[in-house]
């Protein structure tokens, strides 16, 4: 195995230490964020996307954080154990439960430092399209020379790795 010291691999090295900042930066923050409201990362992404928009439903709510509806559905299932929000069936299509916060999860969210997306998703968000591209060209190769890179964790809340 190739270690990464030696003035061939400068940039590797280089390459690696941005990553541990951007890593620390997201653990930093998901720790505070706990710390300070009591929720996982992923638990207050979630309420915060139900008090942006209330009656929303399992599946756009998955849709909206960009995971799998079961995840959606178990992240669902914690915040209403802890009655931070509301469920109610649908109006129209009984079948469907639409959410509401609480005023225990309203609270959470005030206690919570933000984005509550989290500091990457935000970060990424505030860059320009060609950067973007770049980026997951990039991202591509690395992950094409990982070989063991899970695609399913494509969709795996960073709060939650």
């Known amino acids: 195995m190739a270690a990464l010291s ?6 590797a090295v280089q ?5 541990r900042q951007v890593f620390n930066a997201v653990r930093t923050h998901f720790q505070q964020l706990e710390k300070r409201s009591g929720l996982g990362g992923s638990q207050i992404w979630a309420l ?3 008090r942006e928009h ?3 439903g399992t599946g756009a709510l998955a849709e909206a954080l ?3 509806q079961s995840t959606a559905s178990n992240l669902v299932k914690v915040l209403l154990e802890r009655e931070l929000i509301a469920a ?3 109006g ?6 639409e959410f509401t916060v609480l005023p225990a999860g309203r609270a959470a969210l005030r206690k919570a430092p933000q984005p509550f997306s989290g500091v990457l998703p935000d970060a990424l968000a ?5 950067t973007l591209k770049s980026l997951d060209r990039d991202l591509g190769k690395l992950l094409a020379v990982l070989h063991k890179a899970d695609k399913k964790a494509a969709h795996i809340p960073l709060a939650d790795l």
């Open 48 to 50: 915060s996307v139900i």
């Open 126 to 130: 505030q860059l320009d399209r060609n």
């Open 15 to 19: 390459v690696l230490r941005s990553f």
């Open 6 to 11: 030696g003035h061939d691999n400068e940039e």
């Open 88 to 90: 109610r069936k649908s």
């Open 92 to 97: 129209t299509d009984r079948r469907n439960v």
């Open 66 to 68: 960009d995971i799998h």
């Open 54 to 56: 209330p009656g929303i």
